[in-house]
C-alpha cells in the first residue's frame, strides 16, 4: 500500500509508540485519526506531526466502550471519506503475580480488577476497534491493512498474567483475521516489541533498566521509532499477512 493520502486510525496516539508510528506515516503523506484518552496528548501528537500535505484529526475515545468505539469510527469515515488501515497500539499495563506467599500464607494475588482492566483495554480494545475498522473497510470496497500491537510478553512473563494473556490473544486474533479478511482485500498482521524505550522505561531506575537491557542480544532497549519502521513495513509490502513480527533485539521470554 502506498500511504500517500491514505487515511490511517492509530490508537493510543497520545505519546510512546502511538505518537512514533503516527509521525512516521505522517510523513509518508498520510492522513492520521489520532485515539487515546488523552485530550492533552493528543493535542500534542496533533500539531507534532501536522503538515500542508495532510489531514490530522483527533478522537478522545475509551477503547473498551463499544458505542464510542462505533461511534468514532463512523466520524472517522465522515471526517476523511475512508478508512485505509488501522494501528491497534492502545495498551496498558498493571503488574502483579498471580499469588506471592510467605510460609505458606498467601500475603498478596492478583485482582480481579488488575486482570480485568488490562484484558479490557488490551484484548477487548483490539477486538472492538479491528471490528468497526474492518467493517467500514469491507463497506467502502477497498483494500485496508490492520496492524495489533502484540508484545514478546505475549510467551509468557513474571508478573504478567493479565498482559501475556491479552498479547497471545492479540496475535491468535491476528492470525484469524488475515484468514476471515483476506477475501476482501484486508490484510491482518502484528508487531510483537521487546523492551522499547517509551515513558515505562523511563520511569525505571537506571541500574534496573542496565539490566534488562544486559540481557538482551543487542545489549540496548529498543527505539520507538523502530516500531514504527516495522509498522510501516507491514503496510508497503502487499504479501505480508497473519504474521507477527518480533522487532526484540532477539530476546525471546
Aim: aromatic content about 6%; charged content about 20%.
Amino acid at each position: 500500500m502506498d500511504l500517500a493520502q491514505k487515511t490511517i486510525v492509530i490508537t493510543g496516539s497520545a505519546r510512546g509508540l502511538g505518537q512514533a508510528m503516527a509521525q512516521c506515516f505522517a510523513e509518508q503523506g498520510a492522513n492520521i485519526a489520532l485515539l487515546d484518552l488523552s485530550e492533552e496528548g493528543l493535542q500534542q501528537t496533533q500539531q507534532l506531526i501536522k503538515t500542508d500535505q495532510n489531514k490530522i484529526h483527533c478522537y478522545a475515545t475509551n477503547v473498551t466502550d463499544e458505542q464510542q468505539v462505533i461511534q468514532t469510527f463512523q466520524q472517522i469515515r465522515k471526517d476523511f471519506g475512508q478508512i485505509d488501515g488501522l494501528i491497534n497500539n492502545a495498551g496498558i499495563i498493571k503488574d502483579g503475580l498471580l499469588l506471592k506467599a510467605k510460609e505458606g500464607k498467601i500475603e498478596k494475588r492478583m485482582s480481579l480488577a488488575q486482570w480485568q482492566a488490562v484484558i479490557d483495554v488490551n484484548l477487548t480494545g483490539v477486538f472492538l476497534c479491528g471490528r468497526e475498522a474492518a467493517t467500514h473497510m469491507v463497506e467502502q470496497q477497498n483494500p485496508g491493512v490492520i496492524i495489533n500491537i502484540s508484545s514478546v510478553s505475549r510467551a509468557g512473563n513474571i508478573g504478567q498474567s493479565n498482559y501475556s494473556a491479552a498479547k497471545a490473544g492479540v496475535a491468535a486474533m491476528t492470525t484469524t483475521w488475515a484468514k476471515e479478511l483476506a477475501r476482501y482485500g484486508i490484510r491482518s498482521a502484528a508487531i510483537a516489541p521487546g523492551f522499547i524505550q517509551t515513558e515505562i522505561l523511563d520511569a525505571m531506575k537506571p541500574e534496573a533498566l542496565e539490566k534488562m537491557a544486559a540481557g538482551i542480544p543487542l545489549k540496548r532497549t529498543g527505539q520507538a521509532h523502530e516500531i514504527a519502521h516495522a509498522a510501516k513495513f507491514i503496510f508497503e509490502n502487499d504479501y505480508i499477512t497473519g504474521r507477527v513480527i518480533e522487532v526484540d533485539g532477539g530476546i525471546r521470554l
